[in-house]
């Protein structure tokens, strides 16, 4: 599966986007699909995750009640609408995918997702 990430940009603290990742070579309903993103100077890490059969989704502490991961299956896209954003926020944004859900409550390492997008670029800034 090919993943392309979009949607980034400058936004002010307190306001939203919604980062899109269009798939295509596999229904995004065969993988589960997640975020991960990395800030200027740290590593990267684990954003959000949502099962193949958009049941189940998992998020790190940090962006639970802010950010909600979705998807869209005649549109074969995933989508994470991130609200009231904060500086610490800004980072590159990268979707994701592998073959199996995990049942782990801890941040999903990235070595675990064999599908990545390219990043698209988040800043939260007044």
């Known amino acids: 599966v090919q993943l392309q990430a979009s949607g980034g940009g400058l936004v002010r603290p307190g306001g939203f986007l919604r980062l899109p990742c269009a798939a295509s070579?596999?229904?995004?309903?065969?993988?589960?699909m997640g975020w991960f993103r990395q800030a200027p100077g740290k590593e990267r890490e684990f954003v959000a995750a949502?099962?193949?059969?958009?049941?189940?989704?998992h998020y790190t502490d940090s962006v639970k009640g802010r950010f909600t991961i979705s998807r869209d299956s005649a549109k074969n896209t995933e989508h994470l609408q991130m609200n009231s954003l904060k500086p610490e926020d800004t980072a590159l944004y990268y979707c994701?995918?592998?073959?199996?859900?995990?049942?782990?409550?801890?941040?999903?390492?990235?070595?675990?997702?064999?599908?990545w997008g390219q990043g698209t670029l988040v800043t939260v800034s007044s």
């Open positions: 994701a995918a592998r073959w199996s859900w995990s049942e782990s409550r801890s941040d999903w390492p990235g070595a675990d997702f064999p599908y």
């Open positions: 949502i099962r193949g059969s958009g049941v189940n989704t």
């Open positions: 070579g596999g229904p995004v309903s065969q993988y589960t």
